[in-house]
């Protein structure tokens, strides 16, 4: 029993730290950029529940491989927030208050809807040359897949979790989701799985671009731990200052 709790502390402590001091002394002020996109999700998810609203909502924030380009780029912002339709709107909500709100703390809102904004086009993208690839090419869509809705928030949602795991020094946590996301390609290969990888790609493309610009770039602030704290030991990267 010890001996996982102080894995525990050596996984999460770094991250639970930083998240814990702003909410105690903030409260749900801490994370407002999180609460909006909660407000508009269930917003959303409201409004293409009622037949006058569902053709807006699939007008405004619904991407599909099969759309222009230009139209579909321009919903993309939007998309992060529209849930689908085939699953409880409670999930999408929970998801994104708990990942989108430690990573508005630990990142700073901008930086967290940055990330949250590659990893949904890097699936738009996907998509899109999947099914020009063919159902026969590596990494290819059969043509179906060109008029299936995008994942809405769920890519967003996992790139947050693994970039935010991974920069506080949770390594096993951010290999845990990722592992996670690849058995569900295989367990149910669908577009929202593939689309969860190529998220998945992007954000290890930002770990790296990160991890290079710390090694070469000015030297990180120090981290102020208590003396004797195990918390993100061997992670050698200091939390983001928003």
Known sequence: MRRLVRWARAEWG???????????????????????????TALLQYVQNQPWGFQLVQNVGAVRAEDPLGPALLRTPLSLFVPALDLPVWGALAQILFVFGVAEICLGWWRTLTIAYVATLAGTLYARLGVALGPHAPFGLPASDAQVVDT????????????????????????????AMVAEVLVKENLAGKEH???????GMLCLLTAVRLEYGSPPPPVHRRPGSR???????PPIQS
């Open 152 to 179: 809405g928030p769920s890519a967003a949602v996992v790139a947050l979790a693994v970039f935010v795991a991974w920069r506080y020094g949770a390594h096993v946590t951010a290999g845990a989701v990722t592992l």
């Open 197 to 203: 990888l190529a998220a998945l790609t992007a954000v």
């Open 14 to 40: 770094l991250l639970y730290a930083t998240v814990r001091k702003p909410l105690l002394r903030r409260g749900p002020w801490a994370l407002p950029m999180t609460l909006a996109g909660v407000c508009l």
């Open 231 to 237: 918390a993100g030991r061997g992670s050698g990267l």
